[in-house]
């Protein structure tokens, strides 16, 4: 599994937005798979950052998030980035697939529960449209 694999969402998008920003002080390749750095963190303190790009999990850094933990935090994410500038191409470009697909599935989707509601006699509507409105009742714990 790649750092990507095994960070949150979060961490990855915040690490975006710092390598973005720039807020990789230094860095240099430890050898073929391990970078090290200083990140600036959102409270202005510097943290270190030894970031293992073959076995993510053994990755570390000094901030409150991931001191201690084997967690991959936003300021690993902001220098593998930047190490890697490639990688958050990649990471943006998918990102952008992604989205397409989910909104030609979304269209997909109300394609065919268009065709289900037309397909439904009168009858069978209003019954479907009183569950519905029920169910919705229930969920908001609100009646009519």
């Known amino acids: 599994m790649g750092v990507i694999d095994i960070?949150?969402?979060?961490?990855i998008w915040r690490g975006l937005d710092y390598y973005n920003a720039k807020?990789?002080?230094?860095?240099?390749?430890?050898?073929a798979?391990?970078?090290?750095?200083?990140?600036?963190g959102s409270n202005g303190?510097?943290?270190?950052?030894?970031?293992d790009t073959d076995h993510p999990k053994r990755s570390?850094?000094?901030?409150?998030?991931?001191?201690?933990?084997?967690?991959?935090?936003?300021h690993m994410i902001a220098l593998y980035f930047t190490a890697?500038?490639?990688?958050?191409?990649?990471?943006?470009?998918?990102?952008?697939?992604?989205?397409?697909?989910?909104?030609?599935r979304k269209v997909e989707h109300y394609l065919e529960l268009k065709k289900y509601v037309k397909s439904l006699t009168k009858t069978q509507l209003?019954?479907?449209?009183?569950?519905?409105?029920?169910?919705?009742?229930?969920?908001?714990?609100?009646y009519w």
């Open 45 to 51: 303190k510097e943290y270190d950052v030894l970031l």
């Open 126 to 142: 209003q019954e479907e449209l009183l569950s519905a409105l029920i169910e919705l009742e229930e969920r908001n714990n609100r």
């Open 84 to 104: 890697e500038p490639d990688k958050a191409e990649a990471f943006l470009k998918a990102v952008e697939e992604w989205e397409v697909e989910e909104e030609e």
């Open 7 to 11: 960070a949150s969402s979060r961490s």
């Open 60 to 74: 570390t850094c000094n901030c409150p998030f991931a001191d201690g933990r084997r967690v991959i935090c936003k």
């Open 33 to 40: 798979y391990k970078y090290q750095g200083k990140v600036s």
């Open 23 to 31: 807020k990789v002080v230094s860095w240099k390749m430890v050898d």
